[in-house]
């Protein structure tokens, strides 16, 4: 049989005239050129499907327009070109198009005092639309960070001032006493309690950006949260990590101030919504905070 003579169903007039917002894939294995490394990519490509008439779209052809992916660095003009290839090839049909790329960024990341340095994966996902010849691109991030309840602190210490006093109360101070008594777990009996967290970092990148700025949107939040998660860690990494902790008492309200006023501060964000979360040691439940900017 000829490719002629081969059955063309999504060309059929539909049954139901009816037009779609999303028609595509999801899942499709793609090779990025991203930051001088290839990375596996899981890719979503899609159209609108404007002509309820037709019965289907053309999936091979967004399909092959990802090969793009293979050729060129990943970038906002890389993404814009695909996403006008797929109205191209699907005129009278399509009036959007859109891509959802996910994958994990691998950032090598220093100790906090030792020469030690170990690998972390960033799970990053990219939206890209283009509608009317508008187009907008979505960078999100996810940040894991470590946060000490500020409440649990205050109570902890409280605690230790009670002890201090039975224990103090009716004797003169030696320094001595008092230094060994601060090293003591009797001293000290009380620990607040600190959780790994989460933020989720949706930001919507200024049009004519073009380089992906994924490590500067992951640095700016590490550095505004003060205590992200750490990967090689000998005991000095680990006292400075406490000391870290000690200094950035976090509720989940207080970290999601922090990364909206930190992100507005970033030149090519046009806009942000951002959702941290605290997985309790106190609860088995999460605290959760939102923020939103020009979104
Ligand atoms: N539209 C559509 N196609 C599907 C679906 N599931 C599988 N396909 C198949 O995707 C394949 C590619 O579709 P097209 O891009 O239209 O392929 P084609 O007609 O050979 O290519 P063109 O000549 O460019 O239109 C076809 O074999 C479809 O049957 C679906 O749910 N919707």
């Given at each position: 049989m000829s490719a002629l003579t081969l059955p063309d169903i999504a060309a059929q007039l539909s049954q139901q005239a009816l037009p779609l917002?999303?028609?595509g894939m999801c899942g499709i294995a793609a090779p990025l050129h991203f930051d001088g490394q290839v990375i596996r990519a899981s890719v979503d490509a899609g159209v609108s499907l404007d002509d309820g008439e037709s019965r289907g779209i053309h999936m091979s052809r967004l399909y092959l327009a990802l090969e793009?992916?293979?050729?060129?660095?990943?970038?906002?003009?890389?993404?814009?070109?695909?996403?006008?290839?797929?109205?191209?090839?699907?005129?009278?049909?399509?009036?959007?198009?859109?891509?959802?790329?996910?994958?994990?960024?691998?950032?090598?990341?220093?100790?906090?005092?030792?020469?030690?340095?170990?690998?972390?994966?960033?799970?990053?996902?990219?939206?890209?639309?283009?509608?009317?010849?508008?187009?907008?691109?979505?960078?999100?991030?996810?940040?894991?960070?470590?946060?000490?309840?500020?409440?649990?602190?205050?109570?902890?210490?409280?605690?230790i001032q009670q002890q201090f006093l039975t224990d103090f109360g009716n004797r003169s101070l030696s320094h001595?006493?008092?230094?060994?008594?601060?090293?003591?777990?009797?001293?000290?009996?009380?620990?607040?309690?600190?959780?790994r967290s989460t933020a989720?970092?949706?930001?919507?990148?200024?049009?004519?950006v073009d380089e992906l700025p994924v490590r500067a949107l992951i640095d700016h939040a590490e550095s505004a949260l003060g205590t992200a998660v750490q990967t090689?860690?000998?005991?000095?990494?680990?006292?400075?990590?406490?000391?870290?902790?000690?200094?950035?008492?976090?509720?989940?309200?207080?970290?999601?101030?922090?990364?909206?006023?930190?992100?507005?501060?970033?030149?090519?964000i046009?806009?942000?919504?951002?959702?941290?979360?605290h997985a309790e040691s106190l609860h088995a439940h999460d605290a959760v905070a939102h923020s939103q900017w020009q979104w």
């Open positions: 917002d999303w028609v793009a992916f293979e050729h060129e660095p990943l970038s906002a003009a890389l993404l814009r070109r695909l996403l006008e290839r797929f109205l191209d090839s699907h005129q009278g049909l399509s009036a959007s198009a859109f891509l959802r790329l996910r994958f994990d960024v691998m950032l090598k990341r220093s100790a906090l005092v030792s020469a030690l340095a170990g690998w972390k994966a960033y799970p990053i996902e990219l939206n890209a639309e283009l509608t009317d010849g508008v187009f907008h691109v979505e960078l999100n991030a996810q940040v894991d960070y470590s946060s000490t309840c500020p409440c649990s602190a205050a109570l902890a210490r409280q605690l001595e006493a008092v230094l060994s008594w601060l090293g003591s777990a009797q001293g000290i009996l009380a620990t607040p309690h600190s959780q989720y970092l949706q930001t919507r990148l200024h049009a004519g090689a860690v000998k005991r000095a990494d680990e006292q400075a990590f406490a000391l870290a902790n000690g200094q950035n008492l976090m509720f989940c309200e207080d970290a999601a101030r922090r990364l909206n006023l930190a992100l507005k501060r970033l030149p090519w046009a806009g942000f919504n951002l959702r941290v979360e």
